[in-house]
Structures are given as structure tokens and as C-alpha cells.
């Protein structure tokens, strides 16, 4: 797929792709809360969609199974949506959320009941499917006018990288470096990713392992 080879990026305009680890192998394990993790991460998108009623924001799930997309602040139904006085932001991601988490444990029961009998390694997130469907997104957006926001990719990532996924990983890092779409990673495991590291560093993204997890948000701004 060729990368639009003359973008017109908007300076005051972003647009930014997050690909949000809900892998519950590894957040049943680890110290940090999900829900806590994962108030940090809303009140950060909130505060880039505050910076500009222009910016856009696209969230999408990485489970063990499957990804999808969760949020889209461009969407109509994202912007007319409330419940009560709660944005469409935590609304609708919540809900998607929640809808995705047990649709993702449906499809993991059958190799789940076997790893657990095998005593097996837990299963890695979906990491190179999110990555690939970020990607499609922002070659939609490329293909949508002439003037483009400043897109970006940021990966939240807490499971451990899955070798079986190397080839497919690498292709959307390459892919992305062609597009000049930065990838940038925040990654809260307990050792770092290479995969995430790989990919920062080619696309010209910044790799950032928090050191403390009760300052997330301070990090992602």
C-alpha cells in the first residue's frame, strides 16, 4: 500500500492512534490496577481532544485474541453521545471496552483451558493486529482530503512481546517508517520490549519505560 507522498500536515492539528493492552493475563499479575492504569489514559486523551476541537483520537484494543476499535473522536455518534453529564470519551470507550473484553475471553477459552493444563507461558496481546489496523487508519485519513492532521501511533503496552508475531510487527514498523508515522511507546512491564523499542527507534518515535506508574499521566503529556 503506498504512503501519500504529499502530505500537507495541519500543525495545529493531530491526530493520535492508541493501541491499549488489555491483555488480562498480564494485568491479573501485575501490581497496577487496570482501572487505575486505565483512568490515567483517558484523562490524557481527554486533554488532547481539550487542546483542540480539531484533534482527533482513535483507541484500539489489543487483546490476546483479536483487537478492535473502541473509540473515534472524528465518529459521529462520538460526538453527539453523553450519558448524563459523563463525555462521550468515557462513555462510549467504557462501554466498547467492556463488550470487548468478554468477547475477547469467549475467544480465548478453548487454547486458554489448554495452556493452563499444559502449564504453558501466558499468552501474548495481539500487538501486530493493532498496529496494522492504526496503520489503516491513518492511510484512510491520509486519502481524505489534502490538508492531513499530524498523525501519530502510541502503543501502552504491558505484556511481554510474542516472537511468533516478529515478521508481522516488523512489516508495520517499516510501513510505518515509510508513511512517516512516528510510533511512540509507553511500555509498563516488568522488563523492557524489544518489538517496542525496534519500533521507536526506526520510526522515529520515543520508547518510555515509567519508572513510577503513579505519575502516568504526567508521562504520556
Known sequence: MPSAPSKLYSDDVSLLVVTLDTNPFFWSTF????????????????SILLLSQLNQVVVIATGCNSCTYLYDSSSDKSHGSTTGSMPSLYSDLLHNLEVFLARDQQLAKPRGNAAAGAGGAPPSSLLSGSLSMAL?????????????????ILCLQGSADGPEQYVAIMNSIFSAQHSTVPIDSCYIGPNNSAFLQQASYITGGIYYRPPHLDGLFQYFS
Open 136 to 152: 489503516c487508519y491513518i492511510q484512510r485519513a491520509f486519502r481524505s482530503g489534502h490538508i492531513h492532521p499530524q498523525p501519530r
Open 31 to 46: 501490581s497496577f490496577p487496570f482501572s487505575e492504569f486505565l483512568s490515567h489514559v483517558l484523562a490524557f486523551l481527554n
